[in-house]
């Protein structure tokens, strides 16, 4: 196998490494989270589905001029949230931010400067947004990052069957996608409706329509089983729907980022 069709960077030598073409080269970090997903979900549902969307998009680019790879995966995230449930892992804001920038400063003076994050935990967003920040002024680097429910919004407003509220966590669309990909481990059979205890109408949490005011959630606390939304109706087909829609999103995205010049990206010195 060449480089080129190898999409996991740790399965190449160093050598394989060092032929990449680092204007044509992107390495996708996708990012999750080791979290309850209530009774029928397993812990590892957010870095599985951000995992699998990564992986999928790289092999879009199997062939072509451009090599797309999979830094490791960051198994944890950022679900203090969760931890009421036994087995929930959390990172602190700063570790999660010291890991990012760590690997991105190992990479950069290799010459890789095209980076991009694909997160599948809702709960890591904020911490993201404020890492690239902070990359973008310590390393002098734009690295992207995105939650792969984002780029698909319009699709989650069609399949989606349940009202807002039903799309928020071990919900209707995390159980839609885990049942395309991993159907034997999921346990429909518990699968049970939580619909959200919405604090106040302007804090709903739904993939599709989130409130405006963000309010520090604790499942525990606001749900009985870990569940947000309406996993009974989840499926496979609309599992599979969210997958290519996603990957397509994403590998568009690519596309026009692989367009932007390295001027566009690093700081000017
Ligand atoms: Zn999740």
Known sequence: MTS???IHLWKHTWQQVDTLDRDRTLILIPTGAM????????????????TAISESVARNFIGSEHSVL??????????????????????????MQSILTDAISSLL??????????????GNAGILTATISEISHDLGISVPALSYWQMIKQTLIEIGESPIGGMGHA??????LMLHLRPEIVRMDLAIKEMPNELTQWSCIDFRAGGPVGIPLDFRRDSKAG????????????????????????????????????SA????S
């Open 70 to 95: 999979l830094a490791p995966p960051l198994p944890w995230g950022t679900s203090p949230h969760h931890l009421g449930f036994p087995g929930t892992i959390s990172l602190r804001n700063n570790t």
């Open 4 to 6: 080129n069709n190898e």
């Open 171 to 176: 919900c209707e669309m995390e159980t839609s």
């Open 35 to 50: 979290e309850q997903h209530g009774p029928h979900l397993p812990l590892d549902t957010d870095i599985f589905n951000a």
């Open 265 to 268: 990206l690093l700081k000017k």
């Open 109 to 122: 003076p290799h010459g890789f400067y095209r980076f991009l994050i694909i997160n599948g935990h809702g």
């Open 227 to 262: 569940v947000m939304g309406d996993p009974t109706l989840a499926n496979a087909s609309k599992g599979e729907r969210i997958f290519l829609d996603a990957t397509a999103a994403i590998t568009s995205f690519a596309k026009e980022f692989f367009a932007l010049d390295k």
